[in-house]
């Protein structure tokens, strides 16, 4: 008994270094070198992990950035300007500066604005939702309020409205990651550029319906009448599919567009006042309707009436 379980534990000990062996040799043989630079690029790396790069880490987006012939096509949205700077010169080259995104969203309809047609009663969850039906109110497009934006940012640059049931994006904690757009089961948030001094202006609203079919869903829905893209002089407006849409590398933010929209479904943000419509000139009046006044005025308020004539005198004969 004792010299079985002798042998037993002898053949599994060299059985276990004979396959520690082979896979030692295995190992050297297909042994993968991995660029030194790697872990120095990720060093400069913020270490969120979002994402937002388009790659599963920060290490991944180091590798890319060392097997890339530039940077190019890579960037951190979350590092900005100055972790690229950093990457660059860790890499030897150099970097084209890019101008900060901040994520907007595409909605206007308020509880005000779009009145609830049903309750939903399911789970939480606008991917959910959104999979059992197109919504609980008239609008098959705007956004469903259950906040998987929030839950995905990192952070906590979104929140919920209660007052208005729409995600609020506070702009100066947001990176744009683009994690609450890729989030977005209707993808109403999108990335755009901060603009100078933070101003933006921007087409709330994504409803492909005909004019009157939005209106009734929700009223501050763009109708698609095409006023903002005639009014805009740099071409930055286009109407496509019953919707405008404002291309923010030609918009100047002269918000011509603005004053033009019908329905207020294009906003302005950050700008010092809102903009108005100019009240429009009266007409003047044609020349033969002034003339008559104005002879009206020459004339005396009054007008001397005569005394009657005296009666002669009668003789006495």
């Known amino acids: 008994m004792t010299t079985t379980i002798i042998w037993t534990v002898v053949a599994v000990t060299l059985l276990g270094l004979l396959l520690a062996v082979v896979l030692y040799l295995v190992a050297k043989k297909f042994k993968v070198e991995e660029d030194p630079r790697v872990d120095e690029v990720e060093k400069v790396m913020p270490g969120a992990n979002c994402g937002g790069c388009g790659f599963a880490g920060c290490r991944a987006f180091a590798q890319a950035c060392v097997e890339a012939p530039n940077l190019d096509n890579n960037f951190c949205p979350v590092g900005g300007n100055e972790v690229m700077k950093k990457v660059a ?65 990192q952070f906590g640059a979104i929140s919920m409205d209660p007052v208005t049931g729409l995600p609020v994006v506070d702009e100066e904690k947001c990176t744009g990651c683009g994690a609450c757009a890729k989030t977005c089961p209707k993808k109403i948030i999108e990335l755009r550029n901060k603009g100078p001094k933070n101003r933006r202006v921007f087409v709330s609203c994504v409803n492909m319906e005909k004019g009157e079919t939005a209106r009734k869903a929700c009223k501050s829905a763009c109708i698609g009448c095409g006023k903002c893209e005639k009014a805009c002089p740099f071409g930055a407006v286009k109407v496509e599919h019953n919707v405008a849409y404002i291309d923010f590398n030609k918009c100047k933010l002269c918000r011509k567009c603005v004053v033009e929209c019908p329905t207020g479904a294009i906003h302005d943000v950050n700008f010092p006042a809102p903009a108005q419509k100019p009240a429009p000139k009266p007409a003047a009046k044609p020349a033969a309707e ?14 001397p009436v005569a005394e009657p004539a005296a009666k002669p005198e009668k003789k006495e004969e």
């Open 89 to 153: 010169a860790v890499l030897g080259m150099e970097v084209a500066e890019k101008a900060p995104m901040v994520a907007v969203v595409r909605c206007n309809g308020t509880c005000e604005n779009r009145p609830k047609t049903n309750e939903y009663d399911g789970y939480k969850s606008c991917k959910v939702k959104a999979a059992l039906y197109s919504g609980d109110t008239g609008c098959f497009y705007g956004c469903l309020g259950c906040g998987d934006c929030v839950a995905a940012c």
């Open 290 to 303: 002034v003339k008559p006044v104005v002879e009206a005025a020459a004339k005396p308020a009054t007008e």
